[in-house]
């Protein structure tokens, strides 16, 4: 059974910084891509940031910059390391990762981890 487990959220003042990890379990398989989100209160759901199997990374407009998501494959681990925080930042932040063979992967969610930034 698949699981992605994240941890590293908290709280932290408005200019500081937090690393949330990713950590799949349970398959053979590496993350091919993989991608945080959140969901502050009263908003939708928003793409953070992504990465695909290749490296190549994306990121929301609002945390470009401030942001950065990482991977370890021997781990099989996602990060993503945030700074300069802000109190707009608060929210729930949900690791999704495609895990499986090339053809047949999979999506899963993380249980989400609470990020709150005080000003």
């Known amino acids: 059974q698949v699981q992605l487990v994240e941890s590293g959220g908290g709280l932290v003042q408005a200019g500081g910084s937090l690393k949330l990890s990713c950590a799949a379990s349970?398959?053979?398989?590496?993350?091919?891509?993989a991608a945080w989100y959140r969901q502050g209160p009263g908003k939708q759901p928003e793409l953070v940031a992504g990465t695909t199997s290749g490296g190549s990374t994306t990121y929301a407009d609002s945390v470009k910059g401030r942001f950065t998501i990482s991977r370890d494959d021997a781990k099989n681990t996602v990060y993503l390391q945030m700074n300069s925080l802000k109190p707009e930042d608060t929210a729930v932040y949900y690791c999704?990762?495609?895990?499986?063979?090339?053809?047949?992967?999979?999506?899963?969610w993380g249980q989400g981890t609470q990020v709150t930034v005080s000003s």
């Open positions: 349970g398959s053979i398989f590496s993350i091919n891509a």
């Open positions: 999704n990762a495609r895990i499986g063979p090339i053809i047949g992967a999979k999506n899963y």
